[in-house]
């Protein structure tokens, strides 16, 4: 979660978003979902990076994209935080969700 949200990376704080927590208390919400469920062991999240080609996109757009894509991949169950890079030829999304909401997340084979 540090890495994601790590600003010298973004270069500005525009392009952090949350989905079912807070950039801020991201870690701290997903690990209270964790305890809720009784879920404190194991899988304790997903990391996903989604690149460009360079110039392929501006940054806002990139954002957009991840946004939608952690929208579309998580249909709104479970809480993610991304994070569009800015410090690399090729601008790239850091999309960190968290592992449970109480139902199968699509990035694990488990049931929770």
Not at 99 to 106: A, E, K, L, T
Request: glycine residues 6%; aromatic residues 6%; negative net charge.
């Amino acid at each position: 979660m540090d890495y994601a949200l790590n600003r010298d990376k973004t270069e500005q704080d525009l392009l952090e978003s949350a989905l079912g927590c807070t950039c801020e208390d991201a870690f701290e919400d997903m690990c209270r979902v964790k305890e809720m469920w009784h879920k404190e062991q194991g899988v304790q999240g997903f990391h996903l990076v989604q690149s460009f080609a360079a110039s392929e996109v501006t940054p806002e757009l990139a954002h957009q994209i991840g946004l939608e894509f952690a929208d579309r991949l998580l249909h709104g169950n479970f809480q993610a935080v991304i994070s569009t890079h800015l410090n690399t030829k090729c601008i790239h999304n850091h999309i960190v969700c968290a592992p449970i909401r109480g139902r199968v997340n699509p990035l694990s084979k488990r049931q929770v």
